[in-house]
């Protein structure tokens, strides 16, 4: 525990990185920041991998597609808010299609919050948990139970239980099921806050800031500069704070300063104001005091800062000495910082000073989400579970640690076995899934807190695994280490060699026999592997770690491969080999948008080659790449992939003219693994869930 004073600049991608989190746990979307083909609905969450290179920049907000809803005034008996806006209906159902949740309980979380009766709810993408951290007790709810926890925007109730916004209805949780309570807002949903008086603010990104009294949302009044909004504050009925935001001229998400509903209309503060450069990022808290506390980020990553609002004038706070991602204040009257992912840190601000938590205080793992303090305690998300402040250490939330794996982000990785086994990696390491039950983080014999980038299996059962420090294997239940260079990408041949590749132009292989090591020099690098079924090793790469292309090595040379007919210097993400000797490849190339003024967006191929000629399966506009691991193919040669940037889709399949939806009731932008059985293992907002084509 350490107590600098000063601000330092901080790695601005891990910042977006983080946002992109958060968009996705609370479902934000902004369909103002997304440059797109007009012509389609093609959008998705935010890709929380690196992407200065994909993104020509910083990463930008993405957008959901708006799911249609039909009003439900037919519910509405009267007017009357808060508890009498739960009618007397029973629970609703909505299980999405398909697919058997696998990891109900993975641990990971983004916040808490405490309802009125003073119940603690933890919330994470997939699952809301109730618990009791005294005793540990806890009852889980997942997608599984409820499409509506997919990507929930959840806000404790005044009555008791949570407020529900998930994109189909805005309903009362109790804990024992859900009540249809009122008519969904017609925005994006964004953020949602009950007022003491017991009516609903809601801040979306397409329809700005409204105001819910009863019979209907009423539009907060003109005078912001932007429609967009993103952080809500509400300290009464009609005292309100937003963030703003707009767009550039180059279609990226601008920050429009902060404004303030008081006596019927709205005073804005811009980022000058506020004491940061112009197109600051921010975020905003209320402390115990009343004053507003906001942090920003300038988008070209040359500050970080603290401001304070006591009500006359904004005033600049050092920062705790890292980079800071968001703001929560404490019942004490303290303000806490959670830093941008840049660093495992979070910070306390008391009596002027800062007093700085890192893992020397039994800070395990990132911080995934906020600070949370609450009369019953604080707590903090991190990509490694959900942790309370004992005394001045962390400590899990609950006694037990987690017991499943979290692979809802793109750090996640799947390998399926069969139906009855499974390999899964995320933040906190690999597990395996034998016997009905996860069994993990599993020591693999890398240093601990490496980070897992692919998974292979070879024809005798040796499980390979590639990390950031190094790669080891797994056989007869002993593992080995067999190299402690960082690796991207993992592939296995008929022969037991097991293929690695990184951002350097070339690629090795690594034997367990004792056989030194085989490099090969390639063009590029080897974000993605795949061997085909001739022995063929095909290595692809995107500019972000070296120099883009294709390449394939026939065990004499290792050439450049030319897919699309226009140039060698294609960017690749993906590549899965299929059973009939091809390739299944995922592409892009940048450039400017097709749609006029919505700036750079990329251009994505889904393409695949039958060992002639390539075919291009699908081409679609979108602002980033599609991201790794999420195409498969089944052993019967059909490919199937993520529906990553569609609504409502999980898992689609090609049938050999169109994409056919399989999974559907939330979107997913993680990975997939289909076992040789053809069951399909894949991410998802509840965890890891298993699908059973048929």
């Known amino acids: 525990m350490t107590t600098p004073t000063t601000v330092t600049d901080g790695a601005l991608e891990a910042m977006l990185a983080r946002r992109a989190h958060r968009a996705d746990a609370s479902g934000l979307a902004d369909a103002a920041f997304a440059a797109i083909d007009a012509t389609e609905p093609r959008r998705g969450p935010w890709l929380a991998w690196p992407t200065s290179r994909l993104a020509g920049g910083p990463s930008r907000g993405l957008a959901w597609v708006l799911v249609a809803a039909t009003l439900l005034l037919a519910l509405l008996a009267s007017a009357i808010v808060g508890t009498s806006l739960l009618q007397s209906r029973p629970p609703i159902a909505l299980?999405?299609?398909?697919g058997e949740a696998m990891a109900p309980e993975s641990g990971v979380y983004d916040r808490v919050v405490a309802d009125g009766a003073g119940t603690l709810w933890a919330i994470g993408m997939g699952h809301v948990t109730r618990f009791d951290p005294a005793s540990g007790k806890r009852q889980t709810w997942t997608v599984a139970d409820d499409a509506a926890f997919a990507i929930p925007v959840v806000a404790p109730a005044r009555a008791g239980g949570v407020w529900i916004w998930s994109g189909t209805s805005i309903r009362r949780f109790t804990g024992d099921g859900f009540r249809e309570a009122i008519p969904m807002v017609a925005g994006q949903p964004g953020e949602l806050v009950e007022t003491p008086g017991g009516s609903l603010w809601a801040a979306s990104a397409d329809r700005g800031v409204e105001h819910w009294d009863g019979p209907a949302w009423v539009a907060s009044p003109a005078g912001r500069p932007t429609v967009a909004a993103d952080h809500l504050l509400v300290r009464g009925e009609n005292d309100v704070w937003v963030s703003n935001w707009s767009v550039g001229p180059d279609g990226a998400a601008v920050a429009a300063g902060v404004s303030h509903l008081q006596g019927g209309g709205w005073v804005t503060y811009d980022a000058t104001d506020l004491g940061f450069p112009a197109g600051a990022f921010v975020s905003l808290a209320v402390a115990q005091d009343g004053s507003i506390w906001a942090t920003a980020a300038n988008y070209g990553g040359a500050s970080f800062g603290i401001t304070r609002f006591d009500g006359w004038s904004w005033t600049r706070i050092d920062g705790p000495g890292f980079p800071v991602w968001s703001l929560a204040a404490a019942p004490d009257g303290s303000v806490w910082a959670t830093s941008d992912g840049s660093t495992s840190a979070v910070a306390r601000y008391a009596d002027a000073r800062w007093t700085t938590y890192g893992a020397e205080d039994g800070l395990v793992g990132t911080p995934s989400g906020r600070v949370s303090a609450t009369a019953a305690g604080t707590f903090v998300g991190t990509d490694a579970g959900l942790l309370r402040l004992a005394g001045e250490r962390w400590v899990r939330a609950w006694p037990d640690a987690a017991d499943a794996p979290s692979v809802a982000d793109s750090r996640g990785?799947?390998?399926?076995?069969?139906?009855?086994?499974?390999?899964?990696?995320?933040?906190?390491?690999?597990?395996?899934?034998v016997d009905d039950r996860?069994?993990?983080?599993?020591?693999?014999?890398?240093?601990?807190?490496?980070?897992?980038?692919?998974l292979a299996l070879a024809g005798d059962g040796t499980l390979w695994v590639a990390t950031d420090s190094g790669v080891a294997a797994l056989r007869?239940?002993?593992?080995?280490?067999?190299?402690?260079?960082?690796?991207?990408?993992?592939?296995?041949?008929?022969?037991?060699?097991?293929?690695?590749?990184?951002?350097?132009?070339?690629?090795?292989g690594l034997r367990l026999d004792g056989a030194p090591p085989r490099t090969v020099a390639c063009p590029n690098g080897s974000f993605a592997l795949a061997i085909t079924t001739d022995g063929s090793i095909y290595a692809g790469q995107f500019s972000y770690s070296g120099t883009a292309g294709l390449a394939r090595f026939d065990g004499q040379a290792c050439r450049a491969v030319d897919p699309l007919g226009d140039g060698p210097g294609v960017e690749v993400t993906d590549l899965v080999a299929d059973p009939d000797g091809g390739l299944v490849a995922v592409m892009f190339r940048g450039g400017p948008s097709r749609t006029p003024g919505s700036g750079d967006t990329y251009t994505n191929y889904l393409a695949r080659y039958d060992g002639t000629r390539w075919t291009v399966l699908d081409e679609y506009i979108f602002v980033v790449a599609f991201p790794p691991g999420g195409i498969a193919v089944t052993p019967s040669g059909e490919v199937w992939r993520s529906g990553y940037y569609k609504a409502d889709v999980a898992l689609e399949r090609f049938d050999g003219q169109r994409w056919i939806p399989v999974v559907t009731g939330y979107t997913m932008s993680t990975p997939i693994s289909i076992a040789p059985d053809g069951v399909v293992w894949f991410g998802g907002p509840s965890g890891v869930l298993r699908l059973t084509p048929g």
């Open 476 to 508: 007869d239940g002993r593992w080995t280490v067999v190299s402690r260079s960082a690796a991207l990408s993992i592939a296995v041949g008929a022969d037991g060699t097991a293929w690695v590749g990184s951002s350097w132009d070339q690629v090795v």
């Open 95 to 98: 299980v999405p299609t398909g």
């Open 438 to 454: 996860w069994t993990g983080p599993i020591q693999t014999g890398m240093p601990k807190g490496a980070m897992t980038r692919d």
């Open 413 to 433: 990785r799947l390998l399926a076995v069969s139906a009855d086994e499974a390999w899964a990696a995320d933040a906190r390491g690999l597990w395996h899934f």
